[in-house]
């Protein structure tokens, strides 16, 4: 079982649409979580990060973790085509550097 | 702030030969990161730096694998010989101290291993 795991897509919404984008992961000891934006043929952006449960909102997008179902949710409102990129989410822990990727999600965002 | 600089930005390369990326972090930036993305997947860490050492190399294949960073700035990653599984994009990344709010990323270096 992979630590982190992302339906791979795509997700194709028209211009305007609510996106919802989820992962889930296994280890309880992630304690930080973060998602990144992925052009092609760039490497990834940073775009949010909690620690623990929450919400936490910035313009358009709105992160939420829920650690009782280890569950991570990015929601992307008012989506527009500039959207339309591959999605990763990222796990690490309170003692770790390290942080584990999933395997992305693709997002189109029709005109 | 200048970004993660990278080169080169593609290479091809024939299985068994050797070859070498680049990578310049943001200034300041103590922690420096080496992640391997194959087609489809996620990044995977091969080997981070606190500035001149060492913290996890534990997925570096250090048969064929190696990486420096020397006055705790500059990095190289080599692989000798490669293998046509070696194809992937080849992601440096850099942070102020552990991360904590997460890492900046170059645009990388596409490897193809014919």
């Known amino acids: 079982q992979k630590e982190v795991e992302q339906d791979p897509g795509p997700l194709s919404v028209p211009e305007g649409a609510i996106v919802s984008l989820n992962c889930t992961y296994s280890?309880?000891?992630?304690?930080?979580f973060m998602w990144y934006r992925q052009y092609s043929r760039k490497g990834p952006e940073l775009l949010m990060y909690?620690?623990?449960?929450g919400n936490k909102e910035d313009g358009r997008f709105t992160a939420q973790v829920d650690k009782s179902s280890k569950y991570i949710s990015l929601f992307i409102r008012d989506s527009q085509p500039s959207d339309s990129a591959t999605y990763l989410c990222?796990?690490?822990?309170?003692?770790?550097?390290?942080?584990?990727f999933g395997s992305g999600t693709r997002l189109l965002v029709r005109p | 702030e200048a970004g993660v600089a990278q080169s080169p930005r593609y290479k091809i390369i024939e299985k068994r030969q050797s070859v070498a990326f680049w990578c310049n972090p943001i200034?300041?930036?103590?922690?420096l990161y080496w992640y391997q993305q194959i087609l489809g997947q996620g990044p995977k860490l091969l080997i981070q730096?606190?500035?001149?050492?060492?913290?996890?190399d534990s997925q570096l294949p250090k048969d064929r694998f190696s990486a420096e960073r020397l006055k705790g700035v500059d990095s190289t990653l080599k692989i000798q010989p490669a293998k046509l599984e070696d194809s992937a994009v080849y992601l440096c990344?850099?942070?102020?101290?552990?991360?904590?709010?997460?890492?900046?990323f170059g645009s990388g270096t596409r490897l193809t291993v014919v």
């Open positions: 730096f606190q500035n001149n050492g060492v913290v996890d």
């Open positions: 909690t620690y623990s449960s």
């Open positions: 200034s300041g930036h103590a922690t």
């Open positions: 280890n309880s000891a992630f304690q930080y």
């Open positions: 990344a850099s942070s102020l101290d552990d991360g904590v709010y997460g890492y900046t």
């Open positions: 990222a796990s690490r822990m309170d003692s770790s550097y390290k942080l584990i």
